[in-house]
């Protein structure tokens, strides 16, 4: 491979840095690192998983990065999606770098960006494929690559050691957004050192259905249906909206768009010239009533069922514009993200309750993924004919399993790279190792505060979440303990106080006992009593009704 | 149909109440009426969904029944699991009545009964396959159907105005239990009235994989690897376990069990006959270390990475007597409960952090549901040609579709029955109409409470769960409503107090002003400043940190 031979007179090395989406899915962003320069990959964000009750995202803990703040050359995102772009106003709050991605990408960013105040100060860069950015010891082609929004890139990074691919999220489609196959190939013949590629459906075999499909299934769908079709889409995925705008055109159908990221979204793609509705094809929801239903079709968010989507309302008839009646047909053109599989399910459910049809990807062929399946991740792999393979973007199963296909493919096992997070590889004439790790973590956003929810609030919310809570209050004498005011017992989420008289008559004796049977010289020993008070009611409350609600005993001494 | 002809000399008639299981998955109880004479089907429960927080297991009301305790007859079960029989001791301690069921139903039956401290009390009657029952008004044949379980029955009741069939869970596998066709095609023969049957796997095309291709997969695995080979299964799974015993044996492996209900029901099962092993094959897990890995396989509970489970524990090093190692091999034998993935994948990852590959239905032939597709759910209305079709068992997208399949086949829209639970389906010479309906619901259990943790509880903890609490604690002047003491503020699962200090002082400060600033003659309103403390704390925290925590204002008069 030539160019790993084309060594300068230093010692180069090249150190890849993943922050976040090594060993989970989301929060993408990864390092690379040559000298005392760094380029930042996707700042990505991930939605709250169950458990981190409340939080409203997750962002990469940055505290590497900013310890090296001034040698942060750029951010560069491969594609708009939120686990690409959602951290970077985060990231931008703290340090300062100029921002390179592609046309689309940059227009979604440039939303973000107003919305937390930050698009004055930013300096966004507008790249495209086949370019070339020369970055200090960088120089960085742009690959295009088919993703399920316009403009993904995957990059070609060259540095003093050799070449680097990076997919970016991708797949191999023949039909809609090409990949650039050619030029991972000719990348492939010149010689590239390693390979990082996207590894979310490696699970999944063969290839993906290409996207001319869905075109046909929603076609049959237009045709057939004597109602009003809607169809739910992300907001981002601009090739498959162009695809029901098509195939509602065609079956002289009209077209209204439904939720706020849909009409933004479909705002910029129309200005950009990456969607296209004939004249006099689209109208309002209000137009909607004075067409017949068979000439109407609505492109709408909600595909997912978050709480306060509008196809979620529409669904729970809370919808102002939209009322879902007998010969409707909702299509989910989208998959079921794990989490979301109850309510998407529960929403379904109620609109066969209102009357609709719905459609759905696991009775119908209605959705295809963005992410290469595994023929088309070996593909990647035989043209880019790596040295090393570093799988990216997945759970630690997907790592394992893109590492075990290389494998199978030819790459020898000691030239396979499984690193999670924090992990850092570094390269250089000697081959390839892990050095020291750095810092990483998943940082908590809720409300205006970022990073000062952690795990002992997190554990609060939980024992709140699953028993409740029990106050108890008394007011006690300062000099001599003696009681004053109380107990009072207060719950909230235990027990409905109504029903169980005897039991909060219970524990108030218990509290009694507590406070008139210590040894006068004991009796002011608050600390000790609250501890008493809480070990005693909990003990109660397990032995009487099982349950272990978080018992806040407050002595006021006066 | 003859049977609908033998009409009696008085008004006929026969309601079907399905108290829970048509419009959810779980929860399974359905009612035949006669007169004044009541079967009850099954008895099942539901595990608590997300957003019953802290809920243990969900039961079905069981209030009409009750106020019709008298009527009675009997309680039948199709088969063992849960969803079917877990209600039973909740229903038992509120009325008295004989239970049939099968060998392995009985049995489980039992192990529960005696948990509850009801099995002396209750009176459980054996009934087998082909056997007939006469109950009043009421005749019952009953037949073999394949499940995931052993001893799975369907149901052929006679009434004055004919033949219902009901199908329990079902599937028609030709290789493992066999369904009893000819029993089910010579009801069609004779005149089925209704049929009922269950639509949980409506969504899946085609037939269920054969049982024994499950085999095939685990020889494979069993043959191949080298280390050891722990395979998850559901404990009441006894066919499949059966499978995984000999593939083991044929491979040389010796068989430990692990986990509390995969021991109880393997003991039971071996009792029975369902489960063999040859004389020498079983051993402990603490013998597991003397033997070559190459010579051992486990059979362990824990499939749903359930938080206790065994295998969950092993997959967080957290297991006495197992710990994984690099050559380990792990296999999934179920299926990803909905709400259960996350769990699952994290436990999957964390076993191929420790070194395991680990094999699972999303990659590998590795499970086949006990519940029919959609061919079979076709052939068992071809066989037994009802008049009318109730789907059961099913979400309501579910029994819609399940109607749609029969309307496919050829029944007409007018005979399909689409109900939910508590509609009242009302059979007579007329034909067949829905009356008023019955009062349903779901009944909570938590801890010892039953019934008692309703919505505003629920309401109460997730408010609790998402932003945490905020205590507000001031003693006041009873006479004049000064303030004696306080305001103290303490909170649990908000924020840290150390982090945000002038928070928590700001925060004080408005409670002051408030007790403050109020004119004399209203400073004694309690309930009126309550109120304000919390509407003023709440815009306060969030404006500040935009955060809705549960505000708890305590003012102690003295």
């Known amino acids: 491979m030539t160019s790993v031979?084309?060594?300068?007179?230093?010692?180069?090395?090249?150190?890849?840095?993943?922050?976040?989406?090594?060993?989970?899915?989301?929060?993408?962003?990864?390092?690379?690192?040559?000298?005392?320069?760094?380029?930042?990959?996707?700042?990505?964000?991930?939605?709250?998983?169950?458990?981190?009750?409340?939080?409203?995202?997750?962002?990469?803990?940055?505290?590497?990065?900013l310890r090296h703040k001034d040698q942060v050359r750029a951010v560069i995102l491969?594609?708009?999606?939120?686990?690409?772009?959602?951290?970077?106003?985060?990231?931008?709050?703290?340090?300062?770098?100029?921002?390179?991605?592609?046309?689309?990408?940059?227009?979604?960013?440039?939303?973000?960006?107003?919305?937390?105040?930050?698009?004055?100060?930013?300096?966004?860069?507008?790249?495209?494929?086949?370019?070339?950015?020369?970055?200090?010891?960088?120089?960085?082609?742009?690959?295009r690559v088919a993703h399920s929004i316009p403009d993904g890139l995957g990059l070609a990074i060259h540095t003093p050691l050799?070449?680097?691919?990076?997919?970016?999220?991708?797949?191999?489609?023949?039909?809609?957004?090409?990949?650039?196959?050619?030029?991972?190939?000719?990348?492939?013949?010149?010689g590239v050192l390693a390979l990082l590629s996207d590894s979310t459906n490696v699970e999944r075999e063969g290839y993906t259905i290409p996207e001319k499909r869905i075109g046909d299934s929603l076609d049959q769908i237009m045709r057939k249906c004597e109602g009003r079709v809607m169809v739910a889409v992300f907001a981002s995925n601009i090739y498959r909206i162009q695809q029901v705008v098509d195939s509602a055109v065609r079956y002289g159908r009209q077209v209204a768009f439904n939720g706020k990221s849909m009409i933004t979204n479909c705002r910029i793609a129309r200005e950009l010239g990456y969607l296209h509705l004939p004249p006099?094809?689209?109208?309002?929801?209000?137009?909607?009533?004075?067409?017949?239903?068979?000439?109407?079709?609505?492109?709408?968010?909600?595909?997912?069922?978050?709480?306060?989507?509008?196809?979620?309302?529409?669904?729970?008839?809370?919808?102002?514009?939209?009322?879902?009646?007998?010969?409707d047909t909702v299509v989910l053109s989208s998959r079921f993200i794990p989490g979301n599989e109850r309510a998407i399910t529960g929403m379904i459910d109620n609109l066969y309750r209102f009357g609709a049809e719905v459609i759905y990807e696991r009775v119908s062929e209605i959705h295809v993924s963005g992410h290469a399946h595994q023929e088309e991740l070996k593909l990647m792999l035989h043209l880019t004919k790596p040295?090393?393979?570093?799988?990216?973007?997945?759970?630690?199963?997907?790592?394992?399993?893109?590492?075990?296909?290389?494998?199978?493919?030819?790459?020898?096992?000691?030239?396979?790279?499984?690193?999670?997070?924090?992990?850092?590889?570094?390269?250089?004439?000697e081959g390839c190792r892990f050095t020291d790790p750095v810092e990483v973590g998943r940082v908590f956003v809720d409300g205006k505060g970022v990073g000062d929810v952690g795990d002992l609030i997190l554990r609060d919310r939980r024992h709140l979440s699953e028993e409740g809570l029990v106050v108890v209050l008394t007011v006690l004498n300062n000099q001599t303990g003696d009681l004053l005011s109380g107990p009072e017992i207060i719950s909230r989420g235990f027990i409905s106080e109504e029903e169980y008289p005897e039991l909060i008559q219970e524990a108030k004796n218990r509290v009694l006992e507590i406070l008139t049977q210590r040894p006068v010289e004991d009796r002011k020993n608050w600390p000790e009593i609250q501890k008493e008070i809480r070990k005693s009611l909990q003990r109660f409350f397990v032995k009487s009704i099982d349950r272990r609600p978080v018992v806040l005993p407050l002595l006021i001494p006066m």
Chains 1, 2 share one sequence.
């Open 280 to 327: 006099g094809r689209e109208i309002t929801l209000g137009e909607m009533a004075q067409i017949p239903d068979s000439q109407v079709a609505v492109i709408t968010t909600g595909s997912q069922a978050e709480p306060m989507s509008s196809l979620t309302r529409i669904a729970r008839d809370d919808h102002r514009q939209i009322k879902i009646k007998k010969g």
């Open 5 to 65: 031979l084309q060594i300068p007179d230093f010692e180069p090395a090249v150190e890849i840095i993943p922050l976040g989406g090594l060993g989970e899915i989301g929060l993408n962003m990864l390092l690379f690192k040559v000298g005392e320069e760094i380029l930042v990959i996707d700042a990505g964000l991930m939605f709250p998983e169950d458990y981190m009750l409340g939080i409203d995202i997750v962002i990469p803990d940055f505290s590497f990065l």
């Open 78 to 143: 491969t594609h708009g999606h939120e686990d690409h772009i959602g951290a970077l106003p985060f990231l931008l709050r703290e340090l300062s770098a100029p921002v390179y991605g592609s046309r689309f990408t940059l227009e979604l960013v440039r939303e973000k960006l107003k919305e937390h105040q930050l698009l004055g100060q930013t300096d966004l860069r507008l790249i495209a494929p086949k370019e070339t950015l020369e970055l200090g010891s960088f120089k960085i082609e742009f690959i």
């Open 387 to 429: 040295r090393y393979f570093l799988p990216i973007h997945g759970e630690y199963r997907h790592l394992v399993k893109h590492a075990q296909l290389a494998h199978e493919i030819g790459l020898p096992w000691e030239n396979l790279l499984l690193a999670e997070n924090g992990q850092v590889i570094r390269f250089d004439r």
């Open 162 to 190: 050799g070449t680097f691919i990076h997919s970016g999220d991708f797949k191999i489609d023949q039909t809609g957004g090409v990949s650039d196959l050619n030029t991972l190939a000719a990348y492939g013949a010149r």
